[in-house]
T-cell receptor, first 113, second 113 residues
Framework: GQQVMQIPQYQHVQEGEDFTTYCNSS?????IQWYKQRPGGHPVFLIQ?????EVKKQKRLTFQFGEAKKNSSLHITATQTTDVGTYFC?????????????FGKGTLLTVNP | DGGITQSPKYLFRKEGQNVTLSCEQN?????MYWYRQDPGQGLRLIYY???????QKGDIAEGYSVSREKKESFPLTVTSAQKNPTAFYLC????????????FGPGTRLTVT
């Protein structure tokens, strides 16, 4: 099935450093969603990007959707220990179904205080 | 409180036994999902249901079965035919109309020995 490739798989940073995770596809994405899963927890929706070139911000988090709608990124400025977790991108409407999400494998972020 | 409940949080079974995982939602969502999560593998879709009395196979349906007799409930049975059943199982739901986020339950960690 269609896949979204997410890199890096792991990222360890010092508190205060920036962090970026990337999501890439070989085909045009209909839209992208981002989720965060805290250790031992469940995924929680962060944001959805639909338009080409879209940029959305949530406090220290910046989400971008590429102009060609084949890639997306999540950037965290000045990481904090509360940012620890796995960040997943997911494409909706994968395989022609409006209800299916295809998730990337996630980026595990650890923050050293 | 509206949300999704999964029970139990931890489940232990002997190899060769079928086991049913519970998922209930009171969000009045039409669509419900079951995912399996293994370390480093992200979330993989097992089954999903868009409406009562209807469900579709996901990417890894072999060895699993579901039912959707009520809007609120979407139980997953892990059968003895599933070769590697030990995993973290997540249930999710989504509104039917348009694009939208998925809401996840807290998950059930199944261990089969």
């Amino acid at each position: 099935g269609q896949q979204v490739m997410q890199i890096p798989q792991y990222q360890h940073v010092q508190e205060g450093e920036d962090f970026t995770t990337y999501c890439n596809s070989s085909t045009t994405l209909s839209n992208i969603q981002w989720y965060k899963q805290r250790p031992g927890g469940h995924p929680v929706f962060l944001i959805q990007l639909v338009k080409s070139g879209e940029v959305k911000k949530q406090k220290r988090l910046t989400f971008q959707f590429g102009e060609a709608k084949k890639n997306s990124s999540l950037h965290i400025t000045a990481t904090q220990t509360t940012d620890v977790g796995t960040y997943f991108c997911a494409e909706q409407n994968s395989g022609g179904s409006n209800y299916k999400l295809t998730f990337g494998k996630g980026t595990l972020l650890t923050v050293n205080p | 409180d509206g949300g999704i409940t999964q029970s139990p949080k931890y489940l232990f079974r002997k190899e060769g036994q079928n086991v049913t995982l519970s998922c209930e939602q009171n969000l009045n969502h039409d669509a419900m999902y079951w995912y399996r999560q293994d370390p480093g593998q992200g979330l993989r879709l097992i089954y999903y249901s868009q409406i009562v009395n209807d469900f579709q196979k996901g990417d890894i349906a072999e060895g699993y079965s579901v039912s959707r007799e009520k809007k609120e409930s979407f139980p997953l049975t892990v059968t003895s035919a599933q070769k590697n059943p030990t995993a973290f199982y997540l249930c999710a739901s989504m509104r039917r109309e348009g694009l939208g986020e998925q809401y996840f339950g807290p998950g059930t960690r199944l261990t089969v020995t």
